[in-house]
């Protein structure tokens, strides 16, 4: 009961992230601030439906799957921020 409690709460956490992310894009429009706004959507959806399934846990391959796509979208942004061309 209390670990549904606290992926309820990881995954609030994590959309909240997205669109906190997503309103700098809005402003800057760098999509450095879009990749991690989409970066954290995606994890807050991720742990959402890990609360839809009949046994919440993250056991599964496709969870990690998920949640490594989602770093390595993070990675890029960083990566073509610091090394991508300067215009």
């Not at 995954?11 to 999509?31: E, I, M, N």
């Not at 450095?32 to 009949?54: D, V």
Request: charged content about 15%.
């Amino acid at each position: 009961m209390i670990d549904g409690f606290l992926m309820g709460v990881i995954a609030t956490s994590s959309l909240v992230a997205g669109v906190f992310f997503l309103r700098f894009w809005k402003q800057t429009r760098d999509v450095f601030f879009l990749a991690f706004a989409a970066s954290f959507i995606i994890e807050g959806l991720n742990r959402a439906s890990l609360l839809l399934t009949k046994d919440p846990t993250e056991a599964h391959p496709v969870t990690y799957i998920v949640r490594l796509l989602s770093f390595l979208l993070i990675l890029a942004a960083i990566l073509k921020k610091n090394y991508g061309r300067s215009h």
